[in-house]
């Protein structure tokens, strides 16, 4: 494992910082991204204190031509990437479709959507090169069908994502690449915050779900890192909030308390 290249995209913070951090206390070697230099300074020098081989760049997922440039930053650096993960991803205020601003529409698009295209296409084509590799796809709410309201377009950019990526995988028959995608569940993640505003009935609705279903970054990003090594499907679906833990959970609601947005959980 110690041999690993990984690539992170959108691993400057949240679930994509959570998984750089577990895939360097392997020993692997990590390339991620962020939209800004100062994100992407911060995060490796963090990084720094969990390994020693983390490297970052800037990149919009959204052009082509910035995840060529990703890749070709991970491979003068540390040779053949073996994992690749599409995390990048933006949300939107929780708003009705026709409350939205055109412009945060298309940005959401743009990075949920063309961003898993171009970072599914651009390193299928240099693994397919190599005979090796793994591409995983972060699934998010939505994928699952699952509808919140005021998330509509977020919500259809992973329903579409996670229809992107079978079809890819399907259309890629025999290769020896893995095209899949990863099912975190709800994790206490800025993107999840952000759908927290204020103490309205609706706010406090939402909090006290989350508290059922929701987990830290480190208990997440921790399973899916090793599940992603340990992959040998053609094209895995690697979820960690499975029906029947959300069963368990749900019955278990009454008896128990998590408060996961005050640094405290109750088991």
């Not at 690539?7 to 070697?29: D, P, S, Y």
């Not at 053949?80 to 479709?97: C, E, R, S, Y």
């Not at 899949?180 to 103490?199: A, N, Q």
């Amino acid at each position: 494992m110690s041999t690993l290249s990984v690539v992170i995209t959108g691993g400057t913070r949240g679930i994509g910082f959570g998984l750089a951090k577990r895939f360097l206390e392997k020993g692997c070697k990590v390339t991620i991204c962020g939209t800004s230099t100062q994100s992407v300074r911060k995060a490796v020098h963090e990084l720094a204190a969990f390994g020693e081989s983390a490297v970052g760049t800037v990149a919009d997922v959204g052009k082509r031509s910035d995840v060529e440039s990703l890749l070709d930053v991970a491979v003068k650096k540390f040779g053949p990437v073996d994992i690749w993960v599409n995390n990048a991803g933006i949300t939107h205020d929780t708003l009705k479709v026709w409350e939205l601003e055109q412009a945060t529409i298309e940005d959401v698009l743009r990075v949920n959507m063309l961003g898993v295209v171009n970072g599914t296409v651009v390193p299928f084509l240099e693994m397919q090169k190599q005979g090796r590799g793994k591409i995983f796809n972060m699934e998010g709410l939505g994928s699952d069908g699952f509808m919140m309201e005021g998330l509509s377009v977020y919500g259809t950019s992973k329903s579409a994502l996670r229809y992107f990526t079978r079809a890819f995988a399907n259309e890629a028959g025999s290769s020896p690449v893995q095209v899949g995608t990863l099912s975190p569940g709800m994790v206490v993640t800025d993107l999840l915050l952000e759908t927290l505003h204020g103490d309205s009935p609706e706010t406090r609705k939402k909090r006290k779900f989350y508290n059922i279903m929701a987990d830290d970054v480190d208990t997440v990003t921790a399973f899916l890192c090793e599940k992603m090594v340990l992959s040998t499907a053609s094209s895995p679906r690697i979820e960690w909030l499975t029906k029947p833990k959300v069963i368990a959970r749900m019955l278990l609601a009454p008896f128990r308390r998590r408060e996961l947005f005050n640094g405290k959980s109750e088991d």
